[in-house]
């Protein structure tokens, strides 16, 4: 008897390699026979399931391909090529505008798919419609144009395979060094991996070679975006938007960065003019439905929600920014309407989240609590299955933190840094009372409240990048005083933008307090405030609300619960080698006696008493995280409790917590 030499294979590449020159070669009957042999081995792997359905609709049998395809995307929802070859099958059998639906869907996913594109412009041909034709044929040229090398990082990019994109694309770069679309690429991943400076300096020596590139000039906004410089970002995106007035494209644009600076009549009017040309486009009405919420307009917010959801009842964004609105209660239409979406596979799997979380909120409303429970732990699977967190590893990372920022470290160091006292530091889990700590403190003429800024997390990471022998934070021990001191002149330059006069700013970026050491070696006097809140309600306030990124921790109640442990003890020791240099402010204590803690706060920042930080809620201020309609509010501990609604389905969080951690919640 012989062996059937692909099945023999050892690497999972090396048996789709073999599978797909089988195809290549038209050999068909050994490429199937191969792809069941796999199948027996493990009926559900995903690769081997879509070589089948590939296999299926290539005989004639088209039918039976999306059978195989349905089974493959309920195990993994964000396969692009699954999704595409729904796509296929339907063109196959003549269904033109359920084609382009699929087409569409896989190159939200992966925009990578040259035959998903064509698929689109075939469709819309024969369908007659003329809308977008341009822009498809323009990214058909664009792909078909890139070294094969650089598709493939975009491939992999999409897939989440940021490393292998990244280790490719520098490959590429070393023998290409002035090649536009590989400095993109890998500014992009730069991006993606919170490398901001690294991404810039990509971004800058682009820019210097083509400076009339538009793709560069558009990820020169994403970057001004995501280093929280909007007036930055309005500059670039109003610059494309003049210079092609009929690109909807950089007229959203524009539109999005004016409503990131409230300038709110100019957002309006650039939605608007967009919906003239675009009336369904459920993205734009779902950005006008934010605008007119924002203006407090929100009768007219919701109808541009509620239009965003029946032109595309799939757009996830339009029935979670419903959910969000506190006046709004879903009837029990809505309800069927999103059950029924989840049942089916009209959502892209970036949407499913969104409206999980709606249909967790709805059910909750009506105090439906053990199916509020399973529509907010489905929306967090589905996230949870797009993220690449592991507990293990961010355990060992803080456990590195405590390892080496000992109080001889500090003691060796001692007079390095930036003296400037100014940066006041909110750190802590979110959802754990840190907005309302800043909106108070901002509320002081001396203190100028800005936002979760990024730039200690992208200097950790340039860091973590900088060496491929010595990693972060043990890289600290070979950097000498002048250049921790230029770190935190950096700092102190890098976020005057956020700033007003005041001489004292707030940056309450959460995750920070894993980077305290860091800090207090670059900035020796900056204030430390870790913003506590007891953990069950802290963590499953985080476990229910759905954070755009940078929380991955908060999908699963295990993993919360394991983070929020390894915080307190992370903090711990941060307070035991910085004695005195940090200040813990919990939450109830807030709430049970506001007077006391705005004292301790401000005596511990070397502040005056002013009266106005006792009327925070008076402030107006920009506040963009989930907290922003509480601080316009006066303290209250209507939140605090609403976690017990769901306790017999917390035991997983119960466990992951501790016993003595537990305890602080039950007995609160």
Same mark, same amino acid.
Request: charged content about 25%; glycine content about 6%.
């Given at each position: 008897?012989?062996?059937?030499?692909?099945?023999?294979?050892?690497?999972?590449?090396?048996? *789709?390699?073999?599978?797909?020159?089988?195809?290549?070669?038209?050999?068909?009957?050994?490429?199937?026979?191969?792809?069941?042999?796999?199948?027996?081995?493990?009926?559900?792997?995903?690769?081997?399931?879509?070589?089948?359905?590939?296999?299926?609709?290539?005989?004639?049998?088209?039918?039976?391909?999306?059978?195989?395809?349905?089974?493959?995307?309920?195990?993994?929802?964000?396969?692009?090529?699954?999704?595409?070859?729904?796509?296929?099958?339907?063109?196959?059998?003549?269904?033109?505008?359920?084609?382009?639906?699929?087409?569409? !869907?896989?190159?939200?996913?992966?925009?990578?798919?040259?035959?998903?594109?064509?698929?689109?412009?075939?469709?819309?041909?024969?369908?007659?419609?003329?809308?977008?034709?341009?822009?498809?044929?323009?990214?058909?040229?664009?792909?078909?144009?890139?070294?094969?090398?650089?598709?493939?990082?975009?491939?992999?990019?999409? !897939?989440?395979?940021?490393?292998?994109?990244?280790?490719?694309?520098?490959?590429?770069?070393?023998?290409?060094?002035?090649?536009? $679309?590989?400095?993109?690429?890998?500014?992009?991943?730069?991006?993606?991996?919170?490398?901001?400076?690294?991404?810039?300096?990509?971004?800058?020596?682009?820019?210097?070679?083509?400076?009339?590139?538009?793709?560069?000039? *558009?990820?020169?906004? &994403?970057?001004?975006?995501?280093?929280?410089?909007?007036?930055?970002?309005?500059?670039?995106?109003?610059?494309?938007?003049?210079?092609?007035?009929?690109?909807?494209?950089?007229?959203?644009?524009?539109?999005?960065?004016?409503?990131?600076?409230?300038?709110? +009549?100019?957002?309006?009017?650039?939605?608007?003019?967009? *919906? $003239?040309?675009?009336?369904?486009?459920?993205?734009?009405?779902?950005?006008?439905?934010?605008?007119?919420?924002?203006?407090?307009?929100?009768?007219?917010?919701?109808?541009?929600?509620?239009?965003?959801?029946?032109? !595309?009842?799939? /757009?996830?964004?339009?029935? @979670?920014?419903?959910?969000?609105?506190?006046? @709004?209660?879903?009837?029990?239409?809505?309800?069927?309407?999103?059950?029924?979406?989840?049942?089916?596979?009209?959502?892209?799997?970036?949407?499913?989240?969104?409206?999980? =979380?709606?249909?967790?909120?709805?059910?909750?409303?009506?105090?439906?609590?053990?199916?509020? =429970?399973?529509?907010?732990?489905?929306?967090?699977?589905?996230?949870?299955?797009?993220?690449?967190?592991?507990?293990?590893?961010?355990?060992?990372?803080?456990?590195?933190?405590?390892?080496? =920022?000992?109080?001889?470290? %500090?003691?060796?160091?001692?007079?390095?840094?930036?003296?400037?006292?100014?940066?006041?530091?909110?750190?802590?889990?979110?959802?754990?009372?840190?907005?309302?700590?800043?909106?108070? *403190?901002?509320?002081?003429?001396?203190?100028?409240?800005? &936002?979760?800024?990024?730039?200690?997390?992208?200097?950790?990471?340039?860091?973590?990048?900088?060496?491929?022998?010595?990693? @972060?934070?043990?890289?600290?021990?070979?950097?000498?005083?002048?250049?921790?001191?230029?770190?935190?002149?950096? %700092?102190?330059?890098?976020?005057?933008?956020?700033?007003?006069?005041?001489?004292?700013?707030?940056?309450?970026?959460?995750?920070?307090?894993? /980077?305290?050491?860091?800090?207090?070696?670059?900035?020796?006097?900056?204030?430390?405030?870790?913003?506590?809140? /007891?953990?069950?309600?802290?963590?499953?306030?985080?476990?229910?609300?759905?954070?755009?990124?940078?929380?991955?921790?908060?999908?699963?109640?295990?993993?919360? #619960?394991?983070?929020?442990?390894?915080?307190?003890?992370?903090?711990?020791?941060?307070?035991?080698?910085?004695?005195?240099?940090?200040?813990?402010?919990?939450?109830?204590?807030?709430?049970?006696?506001?007077?006391?803690?705005?004292?301790?706060?401000?005596?511990?920042? #070397?502040?005056?008493?002013?009266?106005?930080?006792?009327?925070?809620?008076?402030? +107006?201020?920009?506040?963009?995280?989930?907290?922003?309609?509480?601080? !316009?509010?006066?303290?209250?501990?209507? #939140?605090?409790?609403?976690?017990?609604? @769901?306790?017999?389905?917390?035991?997983?969080?119960?466990?992951?917590?501790?016993?003595?951690?537990?305890?602080?919640?039950?007995?609160?």
């Amino acid at each position: 008897m012989t062996t059937d030499p692909i099945a023999a294979m050892d690497s999972e590449s090396e048996r *789709l390699a073999a599978i797909q020159n089988l195809l290549r070669a038209g050999d068909r009957d050994k490429a199937r026979n191969a792809v069941k042999a796999w199948l027996s081995d493990q009926p559900k792997h995903p690769e081997a399931l879509y070589f089948y359905a590939v296999i299926q609709r290539t005989d004639g049998q088209p039918d039976s391909a999306m059978q195989t395809l349905a089974e493959l995307l309920k195990i993994q929802p964000e396969h692009s090529r699954a999704v595409q070859e729904l796509g296929h099958c339907q063109r196959q059998m003549g269904a033109t505008a359920l084609s382009l639906k699929y087409y569409q !869907r896989a190159t939200r996913m992966n925009a990578s798919l040259i035959a998903s594109w064509q698929g689109q412009l075939h469709a819309l041909q024969k369908l007659g419609q003329r809308n977008g034709l341009n822009q498809i044929a323009e990214q058909i040229d664009y792909l078909r144009a890139l070294p094969p090398p650089l598709l493939a990082v975009m491939d992999l990019q999409a !897939r989440g395979k940021r490393l292998q994109a990244e280790e490719l694309c520098k490959r590429f770069m070393q023998k290409n060094p002035r090649h536009i $679309e590989g400095m993109r690429l890998l500014a992009g991943i730069a991006l993606e991996m919170g490398a901001l400076d690294e991404a810039a300096l990509l971004l800058t020596t682009a820019e210097k070679i083509a400076p009339a590139n538009q793709r560069v000039q *558009l990820d020169c906004v &994403q970057l001004a975006r995501r280093q929280n410089n909007h007036d930055e970002a309005r500059r670039r995106a109003n610059k494309l938007a003049n210079s092609d007035p009929e690109n909807l494209q950089f007229q959203s644009l524009a539109a999005i960065e004016a409503l990131q600076v409230s300038d709110f +009549e100019a957002a309006l009017a650039g939605f608007e003019r967009i *919906l $003239e040309k675009q009336p369904n486009d459920p993205a734009t009405l779902t950005s006008l439905g934010h605008t007119l919420k924002t203006i407090g307009r929100a009768e007219e917010a919701i109808n541009r929600y509620r239009k965003a959801t029946a032109v !595309r009842s799939g /757009h996830g964004e339009g029935w @979670y920014a419903l959910s969000n609105l506190k006046t @709004y209660r879903f009837d029990d239409a809505d309800i069927n309407a999103m059950e029924a979406l989840c049942r089916g596979d009209e959502l892209d799997p970036g949407h499913i989240p969104f409206v999980r =979380f709606a249909l967790g909120k709805a059910y909750e409303d009506r105090s439906e609590y053990a199916e509020s =429970f399973t529509q907010y732990a489905a929306g967090n699977a589905a996230k949870r299955q797009q993220s690449y967190y592991d507990a293990d590893d961010m355990h060992a990372d803080m456990q590195s933190m405590a390892t080496f =920022f000992d109080r001889a470290l %500090f003691e060796q160091k001692a007079g390095s840094g930036d003296a400037d006292p100014a940066p006041i530091f909110i750190v802590g889990l979110p959802r754990a009372g840190s907005t309302l700590l800043e909106q108070i *403190l901002s509320s002081h003429s001396q203190v100028d409240g800005t &936002q979760e800024l990024p730039n200690i997390l992208s200097m950790a990471q340039q860091l973590r990048r900088r060496s491929e022998d010595t990693t @972060y934070p043990e890289i600290l021990a070979d950097i000498d005083a002048d250049e921790l001191r230029a770190m935190g002149t950096r %700092f102190i330059a890098d976020t005057r933008i956020h700033r007003g006069n005041a001489p004292f700013f707030i940056d309450k970026m959460p995750n920070n307090f894993r /980077h305290i050491g860091l800090i207090k070696l670059i900035l020796p006097n900056a204030k430390i405030i870790d913003a506590r809140r /007891h953990p069950m309600a802290c963590c499953f306030s985080g476990f229910k609300q759905l954070f755009a990124e940078g929380q991955e921790f908060s999908y699963q109640l295990a993993d919360i #619960g394991r983070y929020y442990r390894d915080y307190v003890e992370l903090m711990s020791h941060w307070q035991s080698v910085l004695p005195g240099q940090i200040l813990q402010v919990n939450n109830e204590d807030v709430i049970e006696d506001l007077p006391g803690q705005v004292a301790r706060l401000l005596e511990f920042c #070397g502040l005056p008493f002013e009266e106005q930080c006792l009327h925070y809620w008076e402030t +107006e201020r920009a506040v963009k995280t989930p907290s922003s309609e509480q601080v !316009r509010q006066p303290v209250s501990d209507k #939140g605090q409790h609403q976690w017990r609604n @769901y306790s017999p389905w917390l035991d997983p969080l119960r466990e992951a917590l501790g016993s003595h951690l537990v305890r602080l919640s039950e007995e609160s």
